[in-house]
């Protein structure tokens, strides 16, 4: 499976958790996309087989007017062999760009799945992380994509907001559930440092929630999602059945993809790591006046191929292929690790379906401390 995704690097205000690269200043939008639409030609031989997702992330690609998600798109098909019988074409988009017209255009453009950033319906906690929408509009928003007939939906939660209590975030995933979307994606509040609400915790004017309180919502999330029916396939990611997000799960299966445009990684299924410059003026000035990608590669040792192996595949539901790392890096992780997976298994965190070690429930709570005791 390859994949495309696009970061688009805009945003019509900053989030106060945000720590992504974004821009609030739209000046350069031009100079991007076309600097953008210079490196999807630099990296045309990136694929040998089709694309079968293209993913517009960012920032927010909802900013973006369909005609220029389109020159972009264009850019793609003229450049790549893509999969259109069997396309993947998801955009993020925020709450406030969605009306009735705009989600018309964006379905007549070949989208078909969109990721909306709705993150609460609480009015005093979108204020709190300086979302540009409204408790209202996150409402509604779903209810308009679904007449303009957008049926594979995702929607963001953010839990583990400091509260009094549970009850906000219990409104919130039973809000949530309403709208009826087959796809969930929810992620703890984390306090990045060089953020407004990182600051604000150095200085004391934001307190943030404790780990127990986080603990007891995301328990809260995964049981209530478990029993109206959504498959927990990653740790964050909650799908009905056919709605897993197919250009995420190469990214946890360690398939190949190419990021396109400032701030975007690319990765090779292999070793290697592409990770474009995060500063606008610098990405297209060097691909316009230079004819050249400002970026880092890193190769992958051993270490590091076996470490993300292990860190991403324990956080899904079809876990981590013991052969695979047996034929791919020669680590052999029964006999390497045997003490270490003798006490998960005492703890019962771990279950086996043949070769492959996946989670249990008790397991996934503590899913990234369990990868890294694993690791070479
Ligand atoms: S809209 Fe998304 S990318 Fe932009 S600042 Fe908010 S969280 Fe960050």
Redesign the pocket.
Known sequence: MSGIYLHIP??????H??????S?SLKTKDLVIESMLKEIEMQKDFFSEKIKTIYFG???PSILSTHELEKLLDGIHKNFQVDAADLELTL?A?PDDLTASKLKELSLLGVNRLSI?L?SFHEPHLRL????HNAQESKECVKLAQDAGFSNLTIDLIYGIPAPDHSIWENDLSTALELNVPHISSYCLTVEQKTALGNWAKTGKFKPAEDEFAAEQFEYLVQTLKEKGYEQYEISNFAKEGYYSKHNSSYWQGKPYLGIGPGAHSFDGKKLRQYNVSNNPKYYKSILEHQKLDCEVEHLTREDGINEYLLTTLRTSWGCDIMHLKNIYQFDLKKEKELELEKMNQSGWLVWKGNKLILSESGKLFADQIASDLFL
């Open positions: 805009f945003c019509k205000q900053a989030c958790y945000c720590d992504f690269h974004f609030t960012g920032g927010t993020e925020n950033g993150q992380m300086n979302r540009a």
